[in-house]
């Protein structure tokens, strides 16, 4: 069973940071795409921000320049490292993965999901 974690999320004030992490645990052979995405009150989920397994990376239009995704492979965990952070950010922020283990070949996991809350 894959599982992903999520950690770092909080509550900050207008141009903060924060740095949010994921990391996956169970039995892992290999993590191909990472990505974060993000669901505002009583709209749709959003893509964020996305890893390849080569480090190629892509941003949405309204967090590009702000916001960075990276891996850490030997730790099988993903990062979002946001600055400049705007209300409109606010959200609770997963993490997916593409994940090949023991028990399925290739399959898609979520995290539980962490708050972000930017105050003006």
């Known amino acids: 069973q894959v599982q992903l974690l999520e950690s770092g999320g909080g509550s900050v004030q207008t141009g903060g940071s924060l740095r949010l992490s994921c990391a996956a645990s169970g039995r892992i052979f290999r993590i191909d795409d990472m990505a974060w995405y993000r669901q505002a009150p009583g709209k749709q989920r959003e893509l964020v921000a996305g890893?390849?397994?080569?480090?190629?990376?892509h941003y949405a239009d309204s967090v590009k320049g702000r916001f960075t995704i990276s891996r850490d492979d030997a730790k099988d965990t993903v990062y979002l490292q946001m600055n400049s952070l705007k209300p409109e950010d606010t959200a609770v922020y997963y993490c997916n993965a593409l994940v090949v283990s023991s028990t399925l070949p290739r399959a898609l996991h979520w995290g539980q999901g962490t708050q972000v809350t930017v105050s003006s």
């Open positions: 890893i390849s397994s080569g480090g190629i990376t």
